[in-house]
């Protein structure tokens, strides 16, 4: 073999090892697109079915005589219920989701948010078990007749035991924004304004809840710059995707 020919083959060995790469990086680049986009679609879809339900829910538990409302609208609260159930399933998501691209930049981000996302939906399941409790107590109510103030009694426990969940699981939201946002702010994923806007909502949710669990009645006001994020970073996340010069976490447009 001539000096050149062996030359043109080691070049070419040489490059051969380099296709892999590229076309695991390929791999990479399509999942984060599409982790994006998933993430985008839970943060619209459960603020529809967070709102939806919850209205739902209200509108049986705060009527004038909640336990006749609740056993002529029992289908209604179960619904809501159900609402509230496939949040508790968006909320886990959001931090297995974001937990391989959050663990590029920090291991402790990425611990510490789906350890928080964790805790908001295990606190939003148990409000929801106290709602449906509701249920059968309202059944009851009907077959007690006059007897039953023991009945109104343990429904006003429930619910402010069910209200109760609710601020501790929006703390735990607080906190799984303010880690989430902060590393959006350090590692450029979204925009730095916008992720500045979350960093500012979830603080706000995060001190919020906490005043409200120590007995300040802010109906839940707090949630507003937060939620208002979340619409607008879903669908950010939809169109946009994460930045594609924020390092190793690149997504296709």
């Not at 739902?56 to 609740?70: C, E, K, R, W």
């Not at 916008?194 to 979830?202: S, T």
Request: net charge positive.
């Amino acid at each position: 073999m001539s000096s050149d020919n062996r030359q043109v083959a080691i070049s070419t060995e040489r490059k051969q090892p380099t296709i892999p790469a590229v076309a695991g990086k390929g791999g990479k680049v399509r999942a984060d697109r599409i982790t994006a986009r998933v993430i985008g679609v839970l943060y619209l879809a459960g603020m529809v079915l967070g709102i939806g339900g919850n209205i739902g829910i209200q509108s049986v538990l705060t009527a004038g005589d909640p336990l006749p409302a609740i056993a002529s609208s029992d289908l209604l609260l179960a619904i809501g219920v159900v609402c509230w159930l496939f949040t508790v399933a968006g909320d886990i998501a959001h931090g297995v989701l974001m937990f391989p691209i959050l663990r590029r930049g920090s291991e402790r981000s990425a611990v510490g948010y789906v350890a928080a996302r964790i805790a908001d939906g295990v606190l939003i399941a148990v409000m929801t078990l106290l709602i449906a409790v509701q249920v059968p107590v309202g059944a009851q109510f009907l077959k007690a007749g006059a007897d039953a103030s023991y009945l109104n009694a343990l429904s006003a426990v429930l619910t402010e035991a069910n209200l109760s969940a609710y601020d501790f699981a929006m703390t735990a939201l607080g906190v799984a924004g303010v880690i989430l946002c902060a590393a959006f702010v350090r590692t450029g994923l979204i925009p730095r304004w916008l992720a500045a806007w979350g960093l500012v909502g979830y603080v706000v949710i995060l001190v919020g809840s906490l005043l409200q669990i120590v007995g300040f009645e802010l109906n839940s006001i707090q949630a507003i710059p937060g939620g208002l994020w979340e619409v607008f970073a879903g669908v950010w996340l939809i169109v946009k995707g994460f930045n594609p010069t924020a390092g190793s976490s690149v997504v296709v447009r």
